[in-house]
């Protein structure tokens, strides 16, 4: 049976669709006195099918060339922490000999710098890797934002960066949903809480308040107000995310009827309709889609499961030549599940001057 964890330290995952809300949410959560969530990030995984050619990282000069890798390079987008690279290098050599444990380090860095004990990371896609982050940190808790997939998908169409069609950004949020409704039962008891958007924005401090029960933390009344916090946690160069300078608006919610075509809202509602309504969303009564279409949606709903399972299958392939544990050994959960005593350190100022 699994051991209770304590609270007060666990790693928090922002986890849901694109385009569903999770940097509105990171942000609320941002304004917690206690807890910290940095701009996503690119390393997390990255690292993670990159775990081999670390080597073994009990040996400290490979913990240095992970960390080098991690601090370095502009696609982990370490540049917009606010973190001394050198300092975090450290850090991670003198660190714990795990991959999570460096990794971990660099989110740790992160909340110290606004003098905070919480850490965690937010990225949509993550819900699709549960079972490597719960490898990575066994204490994790993961928070699922859930909006009108309708709206995601009109939110995603106008990106500058979203590189798929209208049929994968359907089959994108069915799959978050589905993780909901099935692969989150299969999560360990008290790692997972799911709210929606919608009652997010419509009632901020009841919605945040059951938040904050299920993270152990007290409710705080400025995370109600995360506009504040949006110069400091969302990059200048995502304009997409605009709106978070801004206070919390119901405005956008259920605009895909203005910004969807009509065939597309028959797409979603045609794919969609039981995982719509068991989530209480109100469909138009649009017409079937076409058989073409739907077709079309279904071939790529195809692809996109047979790239997850090839995933799985070669991850069980390398977790057979991992050289060492990969969990993290930082907070009082991780120690105590991996049977390590604690020890109790001062960390040092982390933020660049």
């Known amino acids: ?67 080098d890798w991690v601090v370095n390079r502009r696609q982990t987008r370490f540049y917009e922490l606010g973190l001394s ?40 896609s993550y819900f699709q890797h549960i079972e490597v982050l719960l490898r990575l940190f066994p204490d994790a808790q993961f928070v699922h934002l859930i909006r009108d997939g309708r709206d995601c998908v009109a939110s995603l169409k106008e990106m500058p960066w979203y590189k798929g069609n209208i049929y994968s950004a359907v089959s994108g949020w069915a799959e978050a949903i589905d993780f909901a409704r099935h692969g989150a039962q299969r999560m360990p008891e008290g790692s997972y809480h799911e709210l929606q958007y919608e009652h997010l924005i419509e009632d901020p401090e009841t919605t945040l308040k059951a938040l904050c029960g299920f993270l152990g933390e007290d409710f705080d009344p400025a995370m109600c107000q995360p506009q504040h916090m949006a110069d400091v946690a969302v990059p200048e160069r995502k304009v997409w995310h605009a709106r978070t300078h ?51 949606y279904e071939r790529v709903a195809a692809r996109r499961k047979l790239a997850r399972m090839k995933r799985k299958t070669f991850d069980r392939f390398v977790r057979m030549r991992e050289q060492n544990p990969v969990g993290a050994q930082l ?14 350190t001062e960390s040092p100022e982390l933020a660049t001057k």
């Open 85 to 124: 690279g050198e300092e975090v290098t450290r850090q991670i050599v003198d660190g714990p000999g795990t991959l999570g444990s460096a990794l971990g380090i660099v989110l740790r860095a992160y909340a110290e710098r606004f003098g905070k004990a919480r850490w965690g990371d937010k990225r949509p």
């Open 1 to 67: 049976m699994r051991q209770q964890l304590a609270q007060q330290d666990r790693p928090i995952f922002i986890i849901g669709c694109p385009r569903s809300g999770t940097t509105l949410l990171q942000l609320m959560m941002h304004s917690h006195p206690n807890i910290a969530i940095p701009p996503e990030t690119r390393f997390m995984m990255s690292a993670y099918h990159r775990r081999l050619a670390f080597g073994d990282l009990r040996d400290p000069a490979r913990r240095r060339k992970l960390a």
């Open 246 to 296: 801004g206070e919390v608006t119901t405005s956008r919610s259920g605009s895909f009827k203005q910004r969807l075509e009509p065939w597309e809202i028959s797409l979603c509602e045609t794919v969609l309709a039981d995982r719509l309504r068991a989530y209480g969303y109100d469909l138009t009564g649009a017409e079937k889609i076409s058989m073409a279409r739907l077709a079309a």
């Open 331 to 344: 907070t009082d959960g991780q120690l105590a599940l991996a049977g390590v005593p604690r020890q109790r």
